[in-house]
T-cell receptor, first 114, second 112 residues
């Protein structure tokens, strides 16, 4: 199956700093990528839809200035958590689709803000 | 508003027996459904899917059943194996849209 690579798999950062997470589709071009967040024992919550060459579409309640998304190419989307705080600590997962019903997920990034 | 629900947060099954995971949805516009398996600290991996034009899809030990009138789907795993122990998410999508809506997940434990 298609491979989506997410990096880093875990990161610890100090409060107030910014963290960038990369999501790459390795063997197909993805015009659309999705970013999710998962809290412990909860479902995957869609944060935003990343569109190549245009602005991301954020879900209600997600701060666009806090979670910056850049989809610079057909194989790369990045999520930057700006001025991170402990409440931003979570598991972030990206996905990419070849067709809209076929979503492949990255390995996820565990972010811990101390 | 939880449009996709998995009412059982956990399920424990003996190895070799059948595991049945259930999922209900409220949005009649959903017409494609997927099941994902997730281990801790990893991204979900795709298991099996079903289109709303079908009521059953089978792939090896995994079978998904869809009851459109009841807005209910289920994933059957038989025989269950200890390696199947994970959290299972059902997800739904509209063919006119591109966003997956996930259920809350069911943690399956298969006892040796």
């Amino acid at each position: 199956g298609a491979v989506v690579s997410q990096h880093p798999s875990w990161v610890i950062c100090k409060s107030g700093t910014s963290v960038k997470i990369e999501c790459r589709s390795l063997d197909f071009q993805a015009t659309t990528m999705f970013w999710y967040r998962q809290f412990p024992k909860q479902s995957l919550m869609l944060m935003a839809t990343s569109n190549e060459g245009s602005k991301a579409t954020y879900e209600q309640g997600v701060e666009k200035d806090k979670f910056l998304i850049n989809h610079a190419s057909l194989t790369l989307s990045t999520l930057t958590v700006t001025s991170a705080h402990p409440e931003d600590s979570s598991f972030y997962i990206c996905s990419a689709s070849r067709v809209h019903t076929e979503a492949f997920f990255g390995q996820g990034t565990r972010l811990t803000v101390v | 508003d939880q449009q996709v629900k998995q009412n059982s947060p956990s399920l424990s099954v003996q190895e070799g027996r059948i595991s049945i995971l259930n999922c209900d949805y409220t949005n009649s516009m959903f017409d494609y459904f997927l099941w994902y398996k997730k281990y801790p600290a990893e991204g979900p991996t795709f298991l099996i899917s079903i289109s709303s034009i079908k009521d059953k899809n089978e792939d090896g030990r995994f079978t998904v059943f869809l009851n459109k009138s009841a807005k209910h789907l289920s994933l059957h795993i038989v025989p269950s194996q200890p390696g199947d122990s994970a959290v299972y998410f059902c997800a739904a999508i509209k063919s006119s849209g591109d966003k997956l809506t996930f259920g809350t997940g069911t943690r399956l434990a298969v006892r040796p």
